[in-house]
């Protein structure tokens, strides 16, 4: 019986190393495999690296305001018993807009204008009294003093009811009102917000060491979210002669036409401000840089040294420059002349083999249409 056991246990010994050198002779076939292999090359699009021509431009993040903007309010206590107008409707300059009541004044302005009348007659006639010498200078002045009290009280009266016929102080456009028929104002409420959108500011700020290049009267452009494919035009008209001590910024004021009213007050824009010098550039599509924390880089194509591969890949890094649509300018790492990849360079590795295919690649432009991006 020990025999068997022992001969058993001699036998699953035997059994195991026979199927331990086995599979060690597989798994060194397999990698001997894997150190054979070769992966296939990455198809890729490219492009060459040109120079261009582009003309100088600062940019910044902007917001627009209204050269004129208020919100109409009341500027005496009054219940409200007419509203002239239409919210979101244009106005011009001294249109009614809303009417408070006026009754009390109105009935008071008679009475005081009979008492004008007495106290001016009576000014006349004292006059020629003390022209003749018959009253005293006093008594001149008395009369005098009765007339223009009567007079003042006339044109309180008067402005009262001006004040109580809010008018548009200047033509724009008017926006939601915030009133209701018969209610009662209160000195300073508001009724209704009017904008002039003809032109409109646009204010933004650059840092302090480029205001040398930045003069009153230089063009700029205007883009954003709410223009798309648009871009309006304008001109530097005002400059901030403080620095803000916490940014080291300096706040610059243009001026845009507006006449299809796209633009409104409180949006955010682009501003692309023109300067007169033009300078020259490399560039390369934006799609054909990788973007990293460390650095970014660039895939050159080259011939590759062994035959057999064809075209591999060099990853170049690269310092970037100013961007124009779909392309970006190179300030350092590459030359004039060389080939890139032009798109997915995400999924690419220094040294990989790659085969060159043009006819997917996509038409790069400055000045890109939004059917295009």
Known sequence: MKKRIIFSLIGLVILIVILGGIKTFQIRAMIDQGKKFVPPPETVTTAAVKSETWDSALTAVGTLTAVQGVTVAAELTGKVVRIEFEPGTTVKKGDILLRQDTSSEEAQLPGVLGQVNLYVTNLERANQLFTKGLISRSDRDTAVANAEQAEAQAENIRATIAKKTIRAPFAGRLGIRQVNLGQMLREGDPIVTLQALDPIYVDFSLPQQQLPQVRQGLPLQVTGDALPGLSIEGRITAINPLVDVETRSIKIQGTVSNRLEKLRPGMFVNVSVGLPARQKVLTIPATAVLYAPYSDSVFIV???????????????????????????????????????????????????????????????QQSPKPENN
Not at 322 to 344: L, M, Q, Y
Not at 345 to 363: C, E, T, Y
């Open 302 to 364: 080259e011939e590759s040294k062994d035959a057999k591969n064809g075209k591999t890949l060099r990853q170049q890094f690269v310092r970037l420059g100013d961007k124009r649509g779909d392309f970006v300018a190179i300030a350092s790492g590459i030359k004039e002349g060389e080939t890139i990849v032009s798109t997915g360079v995400f999924k690419l590795r220094n040294g990989q083999s790659v085969v060159v295919d043009n006819k997917i690649a996509p038409d790069f």
